[in-house]
Nanobody, 125 residues
Framework: QAQLVESGGGSVHAGGSLRLSCAAS????????MGWFRQAPGKEREGVAA???????DYADSVKGRFTISEDNAKNTLYQQMNSLKPEATPMYYC???????????????????WGQGTQVTVSS
């Protein structure tokens, strides 16, 4: 079964940066809508950003101007550059895929068919 594996999480101070990666084991993912979600303890999983097979991107208002989603199809890898990180509850970040070329309701977790195991991000003040 095709897999998504996240990496790049860690601990940073407020204002710092991290780059998350999501490696796909199957090149089919290059033709899918791919998204990043985060979930803090006790909270619902929320959509952060998405990119479709054409390269069209969407972002949550809370991260616009600070986060950038991108992909390298030659490496079957999705990225999320996160700048100006804010201290908040320590969320897990997940990458996910919708088995469709264009994203449909990109911010809704239940619209995604495949998920990675998550990577922890901690931002201290």
């Amino acid at each position: 079964q095709a897999q998504l594996v996240e990496s790049g999480g860690g601990s940073v101070h407020a204002g710092g940066s991290l780059r998350l990666s999501c490696a796909a084991s199957d090149p089919t993912y290059s033709s899918y809508c791919m998204g990043w979600f985060r979930q803090a303890p006790g909270k619902e999983r929320e959509g952060v950003a998405a990119i479709d097979a054409y390269g069209t991107t969407d972002y949550a208002d809370s991260v616009k101007g600070r986060f950038t989603i991108s992909e390298d199809n030659a490496k079957n890898t999705l990225y999320q550059q996160m700048n100006s990180l804010k201290p908040e509850a320590t969320p897990m970040y997940y990458c996910a895929a919708q088995a469709r070329v264009q994203c449909y309701w990109w911010h809704l977790a239940y619209k995604y068919n495949y998920w990675g195991q998550g990577t922890q991000v901690t931002v201290s003040s």
